[in-house]
Antibody, heavy 117, light 110 residues
Framework: EVQLVESGGGLVKPGGSLRLSCAAS????????MNWVRQAPGKGLEWVSS????????YYADSVKGRFTISRDNAKNSLYLQMNSLRAEDTAVYYC??????????WGQGTLVTVSS | EIVLTQSPGTLSLSPGERATLSCRAS???????LAWYQQKPGQAPRLLIY???SRATGIPDRFSGSGSGTDFTLTISRLEPEDFAVYYC???????????FGPGTKVDIK
């Protein structure tokens, strides 16, 4: 059974940093591109970042470019999102999602990030 | 950048009724790149339809997708109580690679 479990969310002050993790199991993690997708409270879904299976290709939404860094450790079956210079508008539930080329077939349950003073 | 618009914003229907949800793109989208998701309160989204019309694993056949170009439709033939949720369409853009979601359609109980 495919499982994606996010962790690392919490309350952080504007300008602060946070590192999210996603632990994957039930599939060959090193064979799939992975993504972070977020959802602000009461709002819709927003794609944040994507990383290819071998980390060769990395892409970001304009809203986070230069502030967020996606990475992965295939030996640990883990996906990460380093978030710096956080803003109030980054407040959201952050989901990791497995990428089946052009859509997301499995999602974690999400971790809440709150940016507030 | 392709923008997705979904209509209606809210659809109020009764169990057993047919639901028709629309997703319109600002530019033509390859059918292969269009997907639909269902999200219930407090839960992660779930993939329903990919490639505009292919059902994901385990999705009941009352869910169907259709469309091409700029107009896509998700149809739920007979609403079950568990189908009341928010539905999002999503497209993949290749230059540069990115994913865009529509704003969602909420299907609630009339």
């Amino acid at each position: 059974e495919v499982q994606l479990v996010e962790s690392g969310g919490g309350l952080v002050k504007p300008g602060g940093s946070l590192r999210l993790s996603c632990a994957a199991s039930g599939f060959t993690f090193s064979s799939y591109s992975m993504n972070w997708v977020r959802q602000a409270p009461g709002k819709g879904l927003e794609w944040v970042s994507s990383i290819s299976s071998s980390s060769s290709y990395i892409y970001y939404a304009d809203s986070v470019k230069g502030r967020f860094t996606i990475s992965r450790d295939n030996a640990k079956n883990s996906l990460y999102l380093q978030m710096n210079s956080l803003r109030a508008e980054d407040t959201a539930v952050y989901y990791c999602a497995r990428d089946l080329l052009v859509h997301f077939d499995y999602w974690g349950q999400g971790t809440l990030v709150t940016v507030s003073s | 950048e392709i923008v997705l618009t979904q209509s209606p914003g809210t659809l109020s229907l009764s169990p057993g009724e047919r639901a028709t949800l629309s997703c319109r793109a600002s530019q033509s989208v390859s059918s292969s790149y269009l997907a639909w998701y269902q999200q219930k309160p407090g839960q992660a989204p779930r993939l329903l339809i990919y490639g505009a019309s292919s059902r994901a694993t385990g999705i009941p056949d009352r869910f169907s997708g259709s469309g091409s170009g700029t107009d896509f439709t998700l149809t739920i033939s007979r609403l079950e109580p568990e189908d009341f949720a928010v539905y999002y369409c999503q497209q993949y853009g290749s230059s540069p690679p990115s994913f865009t979601f529509g704003p969602g359609t909420k299907v609630d109980i009339k």
